[in-house]
């Protein structure tokens, strides 16, 4: 049931009847009732072109005589609304239809399009801290809309194997073996100095002996490995597993850096400045040119990731999405830019920024330890929270907001708390469904239309509009979406609960109606709450 296609139909009609040429104009959910279900600003928007008032234009489209529809009336208000009255037939259809598919109402039927979602992507130089953990469930939920709408999602994670990090990273390593085994050496430079490299320095002193020499590959292998695996097994314990690992060595070794740049060079977009390679933006748009290659002959983020994501649209993919982090905002246009120059298509490339995340206890910003180089740790939190608070407490703002994390209300098992006041919401379904078939036996045929109560009528509304926010998140990528829209299906459910008595032995047939809605919106929980990849337990 396509109700918006309706209403704009309705629209069209009207502006096609007096030969009008518009397109611009928006439907939205009422806020007030007083205006129906649905209002649109049409009216508001051809007041410049019709040369009339808006409240006159509106006036005319609600006497519009081509209304055939008996799924809603019109009406007009101030100062221009043009506003749509759905008959409640309309949202008990739904309802009758939410029960049939299930788990399927609102899902989409495989569209034959794939998709490759980027994202996590850090470097195995340490542990997976809170702002990684911020990107990994945005990155999964993003996967998880796009499955949801058919798409047939491959989940990838890309790292540097072969800059100067891991350069550093073996060097640091190697030093903390050097201290176990009674060496004296400093660490490098910028060196990684957490005690999780004392720990793998243990384990190759156990292993390797004590005669390893500071260039030997296992300080950078043996090294990498062990981080790569607790970032695996930290990523499984909030359930997020990936499809493919990429590795920048990879666009080295098969010489696809080296035939970037001899394209650069060809199209005349590159030249050597100071002993380093310049992609020469200025002549794309751009104010300055951006370093390709530093002087000391180590490529900068720019070129190995042109590499990579032209990979990524050769493979075929019909939707790209990065997941990044704030510190992308600078270079990934450049990016996009050299695959735009390389002749390669970048309008199916998504781009998702998410900003800094902030741990806050009693209000004060706090920092859970100190004992991996200052930083906290995923697995830190992860010891404190359970994956579904840790997953939707990192959605509670939109992914371009700034995230306070507030660690009291996260252990707070009140409805205080937005993870229970879902999931008790679910609960509370699934207890009164099993007392239901305890106290009423009787089974007769449904009749939805005996439910009129207002509670009853705007509960059915909103679970009848699952599909449509799914549409607006495929659109948005933006799972916080998911969740406000759960919240407000949660509160209109406890506030149908608190006001009607739906086991009623003295009217069997009103019981039996309202248990369906009960089921109805316990069906868009979990459908909601599988989407954010949050459990929707039975009990409490």
């Not at 999964?140 to 990090?165: C, F, H, P």
């Not at 679970?463 to 407000?488: D, G, H, Q």
């Not at 248990?515 to 954010?532: D, H, M, P, V």
Request: glycine share 6%; with cysteine.
């Amino acid at each position: 049931m396509k109700l918006k296609q309706l209403m704009n139909d309705f629209l069209r009609d009207y502006l096609k009847e007096n030969d009008i040429k518009f397109e611009d104009w928006s439907i939205n959910v009422s806020n007030q009732d007083s205006f129906g279900d649905y209002s649109s600003n049409i009216a508001l928007k051809l007041t410049k072109q019709l040369e009339e008032s808006p409240i006159k234009i509106a006036n005319s489209i609600a006497n519009h005589k081509n209304n055939s529809s008996k799924i809603f009336t019109i009406s007009a208000s101030k100062p221009g609304f043009i506003n749509f009255h759905i008959s409640n037939d309309y949202y008990l259809k739904a309802l009758d239809q939410i029960l049939k598919e299930g788990e399927n109402f609102g899902r989409k039927k495989e569209l034959n399009k794939s998709a490759n979602v980027e994202f996590v992507s850090c470097n195995p130089t340490g542990p997976l801290t809170v702002g990684h953990g911020r990107q990994a469930i945005l990155g999964d939920m993003v996967s998880n809309i796009l499955t949801w709408n058919g798409y047939n999602v491959t989940r990838e994670y890309y790292y540097n194997d072969a800059g100067k990090q891991m350069r550093v990273l073996a060097e640091s390593c190697y030093a903390k073996y050097a201290q176990q085994i009674g060496k004296e050496i400093d660490m490098p430079e910028d060196g990684y100095i957490g005690t999780y490299l004392d720990e793998i320095a243990l384990k190759i002193v156990e292993r390797h002996g004590k005669n390893l020499k500071s260039n030997d590959p296992i300080f950078r292998d043996f090294t990498e490995k062990e981080i790569f695996s607790d970032i695996k097994n930290t990523l499984e314990s909030i359930g997020i597993k990936f499809d493919v690992f990429s590795k920048e060595g990879t666009f080295y070794k098969n010489g696809a850096i080296n035939d970037i740049l001899k394209k650069f060079q060809e199209k005349g977009l590159s030249y050597k400045k100071d002993g380093a390679v310049w992609f020469k933006t200025s002549g794309l748009g751009k104010k300055e040119d951006k370093v390709l290659v530093k002087s000391s002959g180590e490529p900068t983020y720019r070129l190995p990731d042109i590499a990579y994501h032209a990979d990524k649209i050769d493979r075929g993919f019909d939707l790209i999405v990065d997941i990044f982090g704030a510190d992308h905002i600078d270079t990934y246009p450049d990016v996009l830019l050299g695959l735009k120059s390389l002749d390669k298509k970048t309008s199916h490339i998504k781009v998702v920024i998410h900003q800094f995340v902030t741990i806050k206890k009693g209000g004060e910003i706090v920092k859970m330890s100190t004992r991996k180089a200052n930083f906290i740790t995923l697995n830190e939190l992860k010891s404190q929270l359970s994956s579904d608070i840790i997953r939707y407490f990192f959605i509670m703002r939109g992914a371009n907001s700034h995230l306070d994390f507030d660690l009291d209300l996260a252990k707070d098992e009140s409805e205080k708390n937005p993870v229970y006041y879902l999931q008790y919401a679910n609960a509370r379904i699934s207890n009164l469904l099993i007392r239901y078939d305890k106290e009423i036996s009787d089974e007769r045929k449904i009749d939805l239309s005996l439910l009129k109560e207002n509670d009853e009528i705007a509960l059915a509304k909103l679970l009848s509009e699952f599909p449509n926010k799914m549409e607006e998140v495929l659109k948005s990528l933006e799972p916080r979406k998911i969740a406000t829209y759960l919240e407000e299906v949660a509160a209109a459910y406890h506030k149908f609960y608190g006001n009607h008595k739906i086991i009623n032995l003295q009217n069997l047939a009103l019981s039996a109606s309202r248990k369906k809605l009960c089921e109805a919106t316990k069906i868009i929980l979990k459908n909601g709450l599988s989407i954010l990849g949050i459990s929707a337990p039975e009990r409490m």
